[in-house]
């Protein structure tokens, strides 16, 4: 056959079997052209015809491969584009294709300058999508298009942006070029193009408002209309890029509620990421999704039940159901889990206030023997985390210590506070560590202007601790400083709640003197202070839910409690649930007298 003869018959047949066999008996007659069209048409074949061509690394295919990289630098532009695109859908990765892919790149290449729209599209989709890195191929692909965005259809130049993103490629003036075509033709662009769109210019980084707003007044109008998988990927997108799109979120929120049990688990992870990211207020959509999500935690990978546990956590939905699947699925596959999942799935739990002890403890033990691959943040906010759930971790903690010492120039400043005051929190003082030395003074002095308020009132907590309770003078930040500390704990807010003017109308019912709120020169603030005569003070401390996990003292309370006593007071803890009895009046009253009582002649 001659090859334009051959060409017809490639471009008839639709079965992998069939264009294989063509080549099998013909190939030594095939062209270029020839070459180009086989390719196309394998890239074309159905589901089935695919895998049956992916498998064992794509060996079916091997003859083809070898004679089209031998002649890959003779196919035309189109053909070139065509090749790669249709290499691309097969997703064969073996590192044998690796020769294949660089004669393409090279083919590429020399042909960028007479590519239409749809083969620079494509080309770029395609190197994207094999994860090929091809950067002068991208930079000589990012000047042609840029000059002939109006070339593009809406297909080509989300694909266009979605490549580049995917690879990585910084091209701000292609970017630039991109959002102002699309931003006029957003009504042409189908549901995923939108998404995919936004997608791009999150994950690339660049802002381009007038586009967001385009997309999301469009996007809004289509909701109904849209997969769930571009659904998740805009609410991600705008998230992500920080764009506000209150009606968009609120359409989508709408849309998931109804349609939550056709979401698969990384949409749930990343629908729920991105609300709670962007701060939109969404409890019916956090509801659907815990409801859906906590009977299938074991389809979700070990990166999902982290975000997961994370996204609830940070938009501070209850969620306890889901919280305790997350606990018991996320315990049995610790191991999977990498340094920043670890991390984050502690830190959610502890800022969720669920007591988790099986999954902190296998927690625990994986990452104390992992801390070398934690970020500075996560190292800080795992030793938060162990510390704000009262979770006792020795080991943890010294190899926390260790590491963090190695690392003191990468601190920030709240990954310094928050190390120190979770070491002081659980009283675990660094076997294996100098971590609190001069390096550490001078870290906290170098960084002393950058600390929040918050930060300096953990520092002085610290303080307490290290200069107090272990009676450690050295290492210290200077006394500005340190006095700035002091000032910043002395200023936290006091609030007197219901329950604590119950029990001090109650004990000032039985004659005693009743002080509220004494503040110590050491800046903690003792609830109630009661005089019960002959110079015998005694702290009394009113302990609502959030001092609790359950009914186990937060890291918090326990510091306190541990930190007064260390003062030299005699204190009495009333937690919430022992006042609270639920009989009459009466019948209360008296059980409520009898009970402190019996604590203050405990404590005298």
């Not at 849309?255 to 609300?275: G, K, S, Y």
């Not at 606990?327 to 739990?349: G, I, K, M």
């Not at 019948?587 to 009898?594: D, K, M, S």
Request: with cysteine.
């Amino acid at each position: 056959m001659t090859p334009r003869q051959l060409n017809e018959r490639l471009s008839k047949s639709t079965r992998a079997q069939d264009l294989l066999n063509l080549h099998a008996q013909h190939g030594h007659a095939f062209n270029s052209v020839n070459l180009a069209t086989c390719w196309s048409g394998l890239g074309r074949v159905n589901a089935v015809d695919r895998y049956w061509l992916q498998s064992n690394d794509g060996a079916r295919l091997v003859a083809l491969r070898d004679q089209t990289t031998r002649q890959a630098r003779s196919l035309e532009p189109r053909g070139v584009a065509n090749t790669v695109h249709s290499l691309a859908k097969l997703a064969i990765t073996a590192t044998a294709w690796g020769s294949l892919w660089a004669e393409l790149d090279g083919a590429a290449l020399a042909s960028v300058s007479d590519f239409n729209a749809q083969n620079l599209a494509n080309t770029a989709w395609a190197f994207a999508t094999a994860g090929r890195a091809a950067p002068a191929l991208f930079d000589a692909i990012s000047v042609e298009a840029a000059c002939r965005v109006s070339d593009f259809n809406p297909q080509n130049l989300a694909n266009t942006a979605w490549a580049f993103a995917t690879a990585g490629r910084a091209a701000p003036v292609l970017f630039e070029a991109l959002a102002a075509e699309a931003a006029q033709r957003v009504r042409d662009f189908s549901s995923q193009n939108l998404a995919n769109t936004a997608w791009a210019f999150a994950t690339a980084g660049r802002a381009a408002p007038a586009l967001f707003d385009a997309i999301a007044a469009e996007a809004t109008r289509r909701v109904r209309a849209s997969s769930t998988q571009d659904m998740a990927n805009t609410a991600w997108a705008f998230a992500t890029a920080g764009r506000a799109a209150p009606v968009l979120f609120d359409a989508l929120a709408a849309e998931v509620v109804r349609r939550v049990r056709e979401l698969n688990p990384q949409e749930m992870a990343n629908t729920a990421w991105a609300f709670a990211t962007a701060g939109r207020a969404a409890p019916a959509l956090f509801a659907a999704i815990a409801a859906e999500a906590a009977p299938r935690v074991r389809e979700f990978k070990p990166r999902e039940l982290a975000n997961m546990a994370w996204d609830f956590a940070t938009a501070g939905h209850a969620a306890p159901v889901l919280f305790d699947a997350i606990a018991a699925e996320a315990a049995r596959r610790v191991r999977d889990f990498n340094s920043q999942d670890l991390a984050n799935t502690v830190w959610a739990f502890a800022t969720a206030g669920r007591a988790a002890p099986a999954l902190f403890d296998a927690i625990a033990a994986e990452a104390a023997r992992r801390v070398r691959k934690f970020t500075p943040q996560g190292l800080a906010s795992t030793a938060w985390a162990f510390a704000t759930v009262g979770r006792a971790a020795p080991a943890l903690f010294d190899a926390i210590a260790v590491e963090a010492a190695k690392r003191l120039d990468e601190l920030n400043p709240q990954n310094l506070a928050n190390v120190a005051w979770a070491l002081a929190a659980a009283d675990a003082s660094p076997t294996k560590s100098s971590l609190f030395d001069q390096r550490f003074a001078r870290r906290c002095e170098t960084l002393a202007h950058e600390f929040t308020i918050k930060e300096l009132s953990q520092l002085h907590q610290w303080r307490l601790w290290y200069a107090g309770e272990r009676g450690c003078s050295d290492a210290l930040p200077g006394a500005a400083l340190l006095a700035r500390c002091a000032v910043a704990f002395r200023s936290s807010e006091v609030k007197i709640s219901r329950l604590q003017s119950q029990v001090a109308d109650t004990l000032a019912s039985l004659g005693l003197l009743v002080q509220q709120e004494l503040l110590l020169e050491e800046g903690y603030s003792v609830d109630l202070v009661v005089d019960c005569g002959g110079g015998q003070l005694i702290a009394v401390e009113v302990d609502g839910p959030t001092h609790f996990l359950g009914r186990e003292p937060t890291g918090t309370t326990l510091l306190k409690r541990r930190q007064l006593q260390h003062l030299g007071w005699k204190l009495v803890s009333v937690p919430y649930w022992e006042w609270d009895v639920h009989v009459d009046e009466a019948t209360r009253c008296r059980r409520r007298v009898g009970y402190l009582k019996s604590q203050l002649v405990f404590k005298g």
